[in-house]
């Protein structure tokens, strides 16, 4: 599309120049790679930033962001980060966890057991893990069980540490578990509801932007990063892959999302369910 026409369509200049320099700036710190055919979701998602400060062109935005790239960083990926997820989403993940993985692991090895929901977007992932946790652990006793979860976005964690949801969201979840795992709100919050603080004790809400250096010194047993990987080309799959085996315990699995797989880019799992790994020890 040439830059003059884009240009005439839209309130903001946006040049090709201004397109190329965001695609190489999120590629560099986020890892999501913006193919030609983001130009027109890249211009409706930051024109909203733009006219929040006063800019009058995606020029002056792309200089704010060499200048004080820090300063812009959170909103820009809050921005163009898409956070659709959902309760239970690819609902046979959880019962692998809770039927084949969850009983081992619990009455092994003094019941210690790590999560981490890597891309945890508004909190729906790692609520869900917390809700097969919480009932297992019921099941099996007292353990030493824990869930991380992080984000690059600060609005989607901020957004998960709230722990409230319209009703609506709730669909995919029964209604014994609606009942047992919400607090229905009234008044103001009537259509909204809150996670029961059982399942917010479970969790540990963190920024994280999946490129850069990862403190976490443990290693899970389980990593969740669905419906993540598809934004990264293929060498940022390639080495995050190597990064989340080493990050796994032996017995470790890695959970991807239904579009996703690790043919062709990684030799340190094996296929065990519907994009479910383990990884492979010998």
Known sequence: MAATAFAAEHAYAFTDADFRFLREFVAARC????????????????????????LGSFAQYCELLRREPERELDALVSAISTNVTAFFREAHHFEFLAGELLPRWLT????????WSAGCATGEEPYTLA?????????????????????????ALETARRGVYRLDRLGNIDAARRRRWFL??????????????????????QPLNLLEAWPMRGRFD??????????????????????????????????????????????RFRLVGRTIYRRVTA
């Not at 999501?32 to 983001?38: F, T, V, W």
């Not at 092994?108 to 999560?115: D, Q």
């Not at 809700?131 to 609005?155: F, K, N, Y």
């Open 31 to 54: 890892g999501i790679a913006l193919g030609e055919h983001k130009r027109q979701l890249v211009y409706g998602r930051l024109a909203r930033r733009l006219r929040a400060l006063g």
């Open 222 to 267: 389980a990593i969740f990063c669905r419906n993540v990987v598809i934004y990264f080309d293929k060498p940022t799959k390639e080495r995050l892959f190597e990064r989340f085996a080493d990050q796994l315990a032996d017995d470790g699995y890695l959970f991807l999302g239904h579009s996703e797989s690790l043919y062709g880019k990684s030799e």
């Open 131 to 155: 809700m097969v946790l919480a009932e297992a652990l019921e099941r099996h006793g007292a353990a030493d069980a824990r869930i991380l979860a992080t984000d690059i976005s600060p609005q």
């Open 184 to 205: 229905r709100g009234t008044g103001a919050h009537d259509g909204q509801a809150m996670v029961h603080p059982r399942l917010r004790e479970l969790v540990t809400f």
């Open 108 to 115: 092994a090895c003094g019941g210690r057991v790590r999560l």
